[in-house]
């Protein structure tokens, strides 16, 4: 099971956070949220994907902070087609592409079915009036009419008092590919706890 943190700022807890080698650490271009990302990432481990979160973004901007930042995987967490994500491809091949969905109580699979070959990985996130980091989890039980093999992330409101709920859906035929982390683990907005990180690793065994 893989882990991504997101929504990461500052400097030392960014390289605090890499010392854990989470598998991803995403970072927020998207000015209207706390955790808007602008300065320098420092080098992480081998290992660690860089991972931009843009949200219905010019695709011009996209690629230019993809190729500043060496940007290994892009989150797509707004209203973004099948076009624009070829369109990125283009221009990033090699780029790794993360396709959000919000989800509450209820939810049309169908309407991945246009994106499974474009993108990598869907991410299932709590639809909320933020665009993600609502510090919510939505529905699980949703997730058993999902169909498709395309692995994905599973997201919104996951902290330490959802650890046994997430041992309880890993047991489940489905094809999960790694738990995305954020506000539930912030001291404040953009700020992890390293201390709640690790104990989180301890107790999944991640």
Not at 5 to 12: A, F, I, L, N, S
Not at 37 to 52: A, H, Q, S
Not at 67 to 86: C, K, P, R, S, W
Not at 126 to 155: A, D, H, I
Request: include cysteine; charge should be negative.
């Amino acid at each position: 099971m893989k882990l991504k943190v997101c929504g990461m700022k500052e400097v030392e807890n960014i390289k605090q956070v890499g010392a854990l080698q989470p598998d991803y650490m995403g970072f927020i271009f998207y000015d209207k949220s706390k955790r808007n990302f602008e300065g320098v990432i420092p080098e992480l481990p081998k290992g660690i994907k860089k991972t931009g979160v843009f949200v219905n973004e010019y695709i011009e901007i996209v690629v230019s902070l993809a190729e500043e930042y060496q940007l290994e995987a892009l989150q797509l967490h707004g209203d973004e087609t099948v076009e624009y994500i070829l369109e990125i491809k283009k221009h990033l091949p090699k780029v790794e592409i993360i396709k959000v969905f919000g989800i509450k109580d209820e939810f049309d699979f169908s309407v991945l079915e246009p994106y499974e070959e474009v993108v990598d990985f869907f991410l299932f996130d709590t639809k909320g009036k933020e665009r993600g980091g609502n510090g919510v989890t939505f529905n699980w039980e949703v997730l058993k009419n999902y169909s498709s093999t395309k692995p994905f992330f599973l997201s919104g409101g996951i902290g330490l008092n959802e650890v046994d709920a997430v041992k309880e859906i890993l047991k489940r035929d489905l094809p999960i590919y790694a738990l995305d982390v954020n506000s539930k683990f912030e001291t404040e907005p953009g700020l992890k706890s390293i201390k709640d990180l690790k104990e989180f690793n301890r107790k999944l065994i991640i």
